[in-house]
């Protein structure tokens, strides 16, 4: 048993259940109120199974809005900013590892400060960027990012990673005659595994939920994704809670799989993932 | 096979200077050891011929090539570094073909190389397995594999042993001393290990501060020490070293000089000097005698005297070394 165990004692397993229970009754009232029936008001007091059951509500959310064409688009849009974004940023991140140390600081300092831009202050700049390249009512502006690493997070989490690998072995490669891309891909990329899913998840998440760019953005509705179908269905009939919390839980249900999936490769610990060659 | 010679080489970290002026020459075929205290700089000139480091000054030369200016790769050298950087996501077989396979050598060749190699370490048993399987030990053993797989014209060897037990360290050094004589090439192997040094070494550098204190085989430097430096670095325990107060009861020496003696040629036997002992400690076969005269004596466990007793200590004339004080260098010829 860790120092960690031991000081935690018994107290350890009620309070992890706490949170747990915490962050998941949201959810759970989210999924037992999509399963009532269509129109009904909500419950007075916190139900977590519904009576009847009724699956009707989700039915009533895909016939008032096409959820699954903008299903379909939002994964579109996830397949393409997604890698390019951990492409990118793990690019970047790699690329910050072989600048030189002042220059290196130089660019982890403005990253940060860029990191601290309110992301609805740059809207109207890059909304008059997108309509003079005439690129307004397509996926590009939403994809775009992606091309910068999505964030400047992304991209210090991947030099923070590959600046945790030991020298030497970058060294040993590079002794062999190894190009930077080449040292990218084959020594840095399989070392910082967990880093790569983890940047991939959030990065998913980040594109699966934004509703800001989509709105500004995207016009017409057949290009919709998700969030603005779920604005769309909110905009219909905004007192079904049963039909919008339906919504929700198409909306919700690919981001917790997704996590799911995920978790067991970053959240993987054993003697194997851990040692890096010291 | 080639040699590698430094001239003049210097390089400097801010204000400090991590090799000051370095001359060396790594013969062909030859086992030269650096050996000097942490932060003498001896990573630093290996890293420097390896092409790793930059130089500010000097040149270096691999062959007949200056290779001063000429990119890691080109320089046609192995290097076996001290955490071994051994890829953790590759098995021993891939870590070993790793140099070939970035040559994009032919897979019969990388085959044939990556099985003459790990055969040539004992590296065979594990091949399949990935490096944190493994033993220190084994890893060395990869770590040298992938050095040879290449057949470069030099080995660079940054304190390989540094990380391993006391046995298999030993069982190491035997090991490195066996595959330079079966490969035949030029190696630079450095280390802070002394007994590592004089056992491995066709020839030893002693190193400090960035400066070549001593070049010579490992009898020269150990017995014929240039200054009390290299004197008191080699040898366990490190030498005694009298004034000429300390010492007028043996010898009489001139004022400003100092008197070394090994702890091995001070005898405890006849009719020396009288001195009593202080602290008696037991290495295995011998022990080590400590006198209240400033003198440490190297005897056979067997014979060692009890702490406490009076004992009669004395040494040769030609023996023991003589210093200037003031600079450190070698007085006696």
Same mark, same amino acid.
């Given at each position: 048993m860790r120092a960690g165990e031991r000081r935690w004692g018994g107290w350890r397993q009620p309070v992890a259940i706490a949170v747990a229970v915490a962050f998941l009754l949201p959810l759970w009232f989210m999924v037992s109120g999509s399963l009532r029936e269509p129109g009904t008001p909500p419950p007075r007091a916190p139900e977590l199974i519904p009576r009847p059951l009724s699956t009707v509500s989700y039915d009533r959310a895909f016939d008032l809005v096409d959820l699954g064409r903008h299903t379909?688009?939002?994964?579109?849009?996830?397949? @393409?900013?997604? %890698?390019?974004?951990?492409? $990118? +940023?793990? &690019? =970047?991140?790699? !690329?910050?590892?072989?600048?030189?140390?002042?220059?290196?600081?130089?660019?982890?300092?403005?990253?940060?400060?860029?990191?601290?831009?309110?992301?609805?202050?740059?809207?109207?700049?890059?909304?008059a960027m997108f309509r003079w390249l005439g690129l307004t009512d397509t996926w590009a502006p939403l994809v775009a990012p992606a091309l910068l690493g999505l964030s400047p997070f992304y991209v210090l989490l991947f030099y923070w990673s590959f600046r945790r690998l030991p020298p030497e072995l970058l060294e040993a490669a590079r002794l062999e005659g190894?190009?930077?891309?080449?040292?990218?891909?084959?020594?840095?990329?399989? @070392?910082?595994? %967990?880093?790569?899913?983890? $940047? +991939?998840? &959030? =990065?998913?998440? !980040?594109?699966?939920?934004?509703?800001?760019?989509?709105?500004?953005?995207?016009?017409?509705?057949?290009?919709?994704?998700?969030?603005?179908?779920?604005?769309?269905?909110?905009?219909?009939?905004?007192?079904?809670?049963?039909?919008?919390?339906?919504?929700?839980?198409?909306?919700?249900?690919?981001?917790?799989?997704?996590?799911?999936?995920?978790?067991?490769?970053?959240?993987?610990?054993?003697?194997g993932a851990g040692w890096l060659g010291r | 096979m080639s040699r590698i010679e430094l001239q003049g080489v210097r390089k400097r970290f801010g204000a400090t200077a991590a090799l000051d002026g370095v001359d060396v020459e790594a013969k062909d075929g030859e086992l030269l050891v650096v050996v000097g205290p942490s932060g003498c700089g001896k990573s630093t000139l290996l890293r420097c011929i390896a092409g790793l480091e930059a130089v500010d000054e000097g040149t270096i030369r691999i062959g007949d090539r200056d290779v001063t200016n000429v990119k890691p790769?080109?320089?046609?050298?192995?290097?076996?570094?001290q955490s071994y950087a051994l890829f953790p996501h590759l098995?021993?077989?891939?870590?070993?073909?790793?140099?070939?396979?970035?040559?994009?050598?032919?897979?019969?060749?990388?085959?044939?190389?990556?099985?003459?190699?790990?055969?040539?370490?004992?590296?065979?048993?594990?091949?399949?397995?990935?490096?944190?399987?493994?033993?220190?030990?084994?890893?060395?053993?990869?770590?040298?594999?992938?050095?040879?797989?290449?057949?470069?014209?030099?080995?660079?060897?940054?304190?390989?042993?540094?990380?391993?037990?006391?046995?298999?360290?030993?069982e190491m050094r035997t090991e490195i001393r066996r595959l330079h004589r079966e490969v035949g090439s030029t190696m630079v192997h450095v280390t802070h290990d002394q007994v590592e040094a004089m056992t491995i070494g066709d020839r030893v550098v002693v190193l400090d501060a960035g400066r070549v204190r001593q070049v010579g085989t490992p009898d020269e430097v150990y017995s014929r020490p240039t200054d009390l430096f290299v004197a008191r670095f080699l040898g366990t325990p490190a030498?005694?070293?009298?004034?000429?107060?300390?010492?007028?009861?043996?010898?009489?020496i001139p004022e400003g000089t100092v008197l070394g003696v090994r702890p091995e040629q001070v005898r405890l036997d006849g009719d020396g000097v009288p001195s009593r002992v202080e602290l008696v400690e037991v290495a295995g076969s011998d022990a080590y005698v400590f006198l209240d005269r400033g003198l440490v004596a190297r005897v056979a466990t067997d014979a060692r005297p009890a702490e406490g007793a009076e004992v009669r200590a004395r040494f040769d004339r030609e023996a023991a070394h003589l210093f200037d004080e003031a600079t450190g260098r070698r007085i006696q010829p």
């Open positions: 379909v688009n939002s994964l579109i849009v996830a397949a @393409l900013t997604v %890698p390019l974004a951990v492409l $990118v +940023a793990s &690019l =970047a991140g790699f !690329a910050l590892l072989l600048v030189a140390g002042r220059a290196r600081a130089v660019i982890v300092g403005l990253s940060f400060a860029a990191l601290m831009i309110p992301v609805t202050a740059l809207l109207v700049p890059r909304f190894m190009q930077p891309f080449a040292m990218w891909r084959r020594v840095g990329m399989p @070392l910082v595994r %967990p880093v790569t899913i983890a $940047v +991939a998840l &959030l =990065a998913f998440i !980040a594109s699966w939920g934004n509703f800001l760019e989509p709105l500004i953005y995207v016009f017409n509705p057949d290009l919709y994704t998700l969030p603005l179908g779920l604005r769309s269905l909110e905009t219909l009939d905004r007192t079904n809670y049963p039909v919008l919390l339906a919504g929700a839980v198409v909306a919700t249900a690919p981001v917790v799989l997704a996590f799911v999936i995920a978790q067991r490769y970053f959240l993987h610990e054993d003697r | 790769a080109a320089r046609n050298v192995s290097m076996v570094f098995t021993v077989r891939e870590n070993i073909a790793f140099g070939l396979v970035v040559r994009e050598e032919p897979k019969a060749v990388v085959r044939e190389r990556v099985a003459e190699a790990s055969k040539l370490v004992g590296a065979e048993p594990f091949l399949d397995r990935r490096p944190y399987e493994l033993s220190g030990g084994e890893r060395q053993r990869v770590a040298l594999a992938r050095a040879l797989v290449r057949r470069p014209e030099a080995y660079l060897l940054d304190e390989p042993l540094s990380n391993l037990d006391a046995g298999t360290r030993v030498i005694n070293v009298l004034t000429p107060q300390e010492a007028r009861a043996f010898f009489a």
